[in-house]
């Protein structure tokens, strides 16, 4: 069965960096790109944006770009998301999520990750 | 930027249909996807971008669109569904949206 699973729970200090992983199983991890997205705590969700496992070409949200890091490593499955200059407001459960193929071009994401907490505090 | 309006919050009584919209400009060019969440938990697929429900998703759960409008309808609203519900959509340079939810509460 197909199954995201992230890592653990991180705590940085402002200014820091983290590096979130995200295993793939139970599907062909290039078939499918892996889009991020984070949720501050009590709101909702928002897009971060995605990489593509099968040639690591990547696209982010402005508000993220020069900041963060897509990558991937097809010989173990797993897709990262890297965020550096933390802010206290980066503080959030961050998602990996599948999307798959489809004619239409629209996103849908069908299997989500656990989440990983990661509070940035000083 | 694009954006994806949704009403904040909606009720429902028991067995009873309620319909969540959601709106923006890109919705003329893409399709929306929906999301189902509860408190703790990872968001769940419930509708896909062409208006088709997942596998293990009810029938009760059903996806419109006209225009700039995407629609989610509950019909026959169970307990279980008392969620929030979010749309997602994209725009032509490939950057992803999400609305800002609407919370479903079942009466």
């Known amino acids: 069965q197909v199954q995201l699973v992230q890592s653990g729970a991180e705590v940085r200090k402002p200014g820091a960096s983290v590096k979130v992983s995200c295993k793939a199983s139970?599907?062909?991890?290039?078939?499918?790109?892996i889009h991020w997205v984070r949720q501050a705590p009590g709101q909702g969700l928002e897009w971060m944006g995605w990489i593509n496992p099968n040639n690591g070409d990547s696209n982010s949200a402005q508000k993220f770009q020069g900041r963060v890091t897509m990558t991937r490593d097809t010989s173990i499955s797993t897709a990262y998301m890297e965020l550096s200059r933390l802010r206290s407001d980066d503080t959030a459960v961050y998602y990996c999520?599948?999307?798959?193929?489809?004619?239409?071009?629209?996103?849908?994401?069908?299997?989500w990750g656990q989440g990983t907490l990661v509070t940035v505090s000083s | 930027s694009s954006e994806l309006t949704q009403d904040p919050a909606v009720s429902v009584a028991l067995g009873q249909t309620v319909r969540i919209t959601c709106q923006g400009d890109?919705?003329?060019?893409?399709?929306a996807s929906w999301y189902q969440q509860k408190p703790g938990q990872a968001p769940v697929f419930v509708i896909s971008?062409?208006?088709n429900r997942p596998s293990g998703i009810p029938d009760r759960f059903s996806g419109s669109s006209s225009g700039n409008t995407a629609s989610l309808t509950i019909t026959g609203a169970q307990a279980e569904d008392e969620a929030d519900y979010y749309c997602n959509s994209r725009d032509s340079s490939g950057i992803g949206v999400f609305g800002a939810g609407t919370k479903v509460t079942v009466l």
């Open positions: 890109s919705l003329r060019s893409y399709y």
């Open positions: 139970g599907y062909t991890f290039t078939g499918y790109y």
């Open positions: 999520a599948r999307d798959p193929p489809g004619g239409s071009g629209s996103y849908e994401f069908d299997y």
């Open positions: 971008a062409k208006n």
